[in-house]
């Protein structure tokens, strides 16, 4: 299985132009593969792919396949608007090295379930690209239902599935109803920090992660304490993360990491406009709960 | 007031590349102004302004304006989702010589007010253009608060809102609550045709329409009932639609006009991949709603 254990995602340094800083995403790559991480989630939401050109995201993956230099498999965004673009983003992705793409329904126009179907059957067989459904309903606004993923996860190139994870006491179910209708050996992974620990506990295979993406360590500790049966340990060093868990749901996750890494001077990159780097108070909650948490 | 009575939105007709068809977009125009609508909304939701690059959507305005020749104000969209793109739309629908810009704020990460009102103040105070704030949840995800709409139209280049129409019993509210915080003079118009007359009967400004795109008589005869006082026969007409409407809500009103454009022969255009055409017994409860209406 391709997706397991730890997915990490950083976010993609660019400047107001969103032109890309190859040398600070490195450094960032640079810090997941230390950390051995199972795979790196390159481009995703944190990753700001929707905001970045068709060259821009080249240049990014280029740039960290190049640092990984195939220690830990890169997982790459590849949604567009637009299924032509889709497709040529999977074509590129395949073209220069990356191990799978991540798709999401990314709309305007609300989709349909057909809709959504042929979309992701069109990038699957045009490219030839490993495909990981991307389920995020808060960004892309249409909510996948497990007929739906049944129904994709018969077609040869997609292979597991990114879920928002539910809350704890829903997770056992949510994982049922899903291995019921994927094939075995399909990957049944989970992004929302926050809860993402249960569903790992729970059975679920892979842990996308943005906070991963910035503290790989911190989170390796976790998905190595559920890989080695101590659950116990696993939601202990989770909840010592609950200050960080209430800034990602009160601010999000993005804007909590990108003001994370320029407090730690790891790099200097705002989000792209129109979303706001933070300021003032909330900014300083978020230095306060790196410190408190002694995070680096 | 440049925005009131009604403005007319028509689809724009691509291939399957996003090139838009010039001579079928002219056509569509020219029935526009035959009709004499007050304004013309190109490259709205309906006009697929998300799906189309910037070089195309210069293309689509330039034609636009060309077939125009003066004789209606042409509103145009300009949002994308980075705030530097929609500056550059901006720009360039002022350079090609639009009436105003309909500006929507398009998300994928979600949007705080304070990233919404930095979004509009940029592109405002860069371009120069005159805008219509876009309230479009059902795309954007992003719901307008009246203070916000406030705040929005204390800057000079802001002259207009497109809000959702309400249910027809809290339209009056919905006007009050906005005419206690915009200047005097600012439009307040709405979209969502099954709902809007009753708006305009209610003392709104504008109807933003989509049937008016492809039906534009069918259209100015309501407003102009509404316009001589005739409330009642305003409604007999909007009424006589329903079959329409309903189509509209189940099946989208992008949807149903393409079939409609389709079917009558009007233009040969599909709506941009993921969305997928009409076929079979929706395509054939379409033309029946049509025939039973005898638009043409």
Redesign the interface.
């Known amino acids: 299985m391709l997706l397991r254990g730890l997915s990490a995602f950083p976010i993609t340094p660019a400047d107001?132009?969103?032109r890309v800083d190859l040398a600070a995403l490195r450094r960032l790559v640079a810090r997941l593969n230390a950390a051995k991480v199972d795979s790196i989630g390159l481009l995703g939401?944190t990753g700001?792919y929707?905001?970045l050109s068709r060259s821009e995201r080249r240049r990014a993956l280029d740039a960290a396949l190049e640092e990984v230099a195939g220690q830990a498999p890169i997982l790459v965004g590849v949604g567009a608007?637009?299924?032509?673009e889709a497709v040529r983003l999977a074509q590129d992705a395949k073209a220069a090295g990356a191990a799978a793409g991540l798709l999401a329904?990314?709309s305007?126009?609300?989709?349909?379930e057909?809709?959504?179907f042929?979309?992701f059957a069109?990038v699957a067989r045009e490219s030839g690209l490993p495909l990981c459904i991307y389920d995020n309903p808060?960004?892309t606004?249409f909510r996948f239902s497990p007929a739906l993923i049944g129904r994709l996860s018969r077609l040869p190139e997609i292979i597991a599935v990114k879920s928002p994870a539910p809350e704890p006491h829903a997770v056992a179910a949510h994982l049922a109803d899903l291995r019921s209708v994927v094939p075995d050996g399909f990957s049944l992974g989970y992004s929302g920090d926050w809860n993402s620990v249960e569903a790992l506990i729970a059975g679920g295979d892979a842990w996308y992660s943005v906070v991963a993406g910035l503290f790989p360590r911190t989170a390796m500790a976790i998905v190595q304490a559920v890989q080695n049966g101590d659950a116990a340990e696993a939601r202990r060093l989770n909840e010592r993360l609950d200050p960080l868990w209430s800034l990602f749901k009160e601010l999000?996750s993005?804007r909590v990491i990108y003001a994370s890494a320029d407090l730690l001077g790891i790099c200097r990159a705002a989000?792209?406009?129109?979303?706001?780097p933070l300021t003032g108070a909330a900014r300083q909650r978020v230095a306060n709960a790196l410190t408190a948490l002694d995070l680096t």
């Open positions: 107001a132009e969103g939401s700001t929707a905001y608007l637009r299924t032509d329904p990314v305007y126009t609300p989709l349909t057909d809709e959504v042929e979309h069109t808060g960004t606004h999000s993005l989000p792209p406009r129109p979303i706001l």
